[in-house]
């Protein structure tokens, strides 16, 4: 059995946890003073780039500033900032010790901040330990002096050792996280080291040392500059004007919730879908993380453009779960999911089928999530795009085709049977679609051409059609 030590600032917490004990202290009664003059610059850079040499001295000289303070009213300005403090969590860390939790490790909290200030929020958390730093009571009251080291640096990685001693624990199979240089000889020390959000120079050293580099708040392989992600960056340019080769008319936008995690599921027609539902993204506001083949993934340059903007590359035929394992860990971190369970374009005959037919692994992630299901109906992108062709027909600006985007209601399932979960899904989204969409036709030869890749000839009973 091992451990897994989280550092708090920067770490576990997308933000400094300053400035929440802060004011629940001075809430609660325990400071009269609103705060250190200039202390919102500090913890705009600390947020920034880390902690400093200058902050850290000012955490260390705080045991003196609380002297005479009464412990059970810091504890209770604990108690007070855990909902703050819990609102500035890490999307995806609830998740990822949840995991390790799943397979017998610890969960321990390592933080310089003050013990009784903070243990409240770690038992929220569900942390199995607290190691932090301590002051000294006597007659009821803070002394002013520490009661055993200042958890950080060396002597967070001697309580540390401390504890793993007492909890029979081997340091070699534990994993410790910390986004700053200061806890190296902590990342050292461990089996298993991982940079999160690591300042400049923890950066360097990772890299160096070949330390995996993690972020709790955005899924793996998505860049982000002052917490601008290449999604914010595209946004302004998805927009309608953009594509003059196509009209749309997108409805029902208000179904898709504005905060907190959703799966939005869609059929397939074509390759221009994916430009239908970022139109989507770009009017909801939030980033959204798509499912597709993992082919597009190896494909300069839309695969770094796919990983970039958060998806997540599905191994057909492999029988890997990494891919719902990921789309799953989104969902959980609050983010709006996108699949499209037809899983590839239909071809031939199917593709004219009123009855959509679906994988089961949206209804597979909605059971194991509980998020809302969101459905969308798409119509039309199939004359902008036909999968006949490697290109979108540019050519219809002075003509272009009418792309329908419905959004619909949330979708109820019985969360028990995913075949029977998929058809309500697929049913959902038929009803989505326009009459003509819904009936039974003959296609002919012509419209079943445009339903292959180019190089792809329809079988011959679909050519003599």
Partial sequence: MGAVFVDLDRTLLVKASGPYLTRAARDEGVIGFRGIPGDRLMYALYD??????????????????ARGWDPVKVRAAGARAVGALSENLAPFAPGVLAKFRSVGYLTVLATTTPFDMIEPFAEAMGFDAVLATRYEVRDGRYTGRLDGGFVWGMGKLSAVKRWVQESRIDLSECHAYS???????????????????????????????RWPIEYWDRPPGVPSIVGWEPYHVLRPFVREEAFPYARFKVGGIDSIPRRGGALIVANHRSYFDVVALAIVAAKVGRPVRFLAKAELFEVFPLGAIARGIGGIPVKRGSG??????AAEAALG?????????????????R?????????????????????????????????????????????????????????????KLGLEDPVDDTKTLMDAISRLLPKDARLSRE???????????????????????
């Fill in 320 to 325: 890997s779960t990494d891919a719902l394992e």
């Fill in 48 to 65: 920034r780039f880390g902690e400093t040499l200058a902050a850290i001295g000012l955490t260390r000289l705080a045991a003196f500033g």
């Fill in 351 to 411: 593709f004219f089928d009123p009855i959509l037919k679906g994988k089961t692994g949206a209804a597979r992630l909605a059971a194991a999530t509980g998020v809302p299901v969101v459905p969308v109906g798409l119509w039309g992108t199939e004359q902008v795009w036909p999968r006949s062709s490697r290109v979108p027909l540019v050519s219809g600006v002075l003509h272009p085709p009418l792309v329908e985007v419905n959004i619909g209601k949330s979708v």
């Fill in 179 to 209: 986004d700053s240089v200061f806890d190296i000889p902590l990342l050292t020390s461990v089996g298993h080291p991982h940079a999160l959000n690591p300042d400049p120079r923890l950066a360097v050293v990772a890299k160096a040392k």
């Fill in 333 to 349: 971190a609050g983010e709006i999911v996108v699949v499209l369970p037809e899983g590839t374009i239909p071809r031939g005959t």
């Fill in 443 to 465: 296609p002919s030869a012509v419209e079943l051409s445009r339903t292959y890749p180019p190089g792809d000839k329809p079988p011959r009973s679909e050519r003599s059609r």
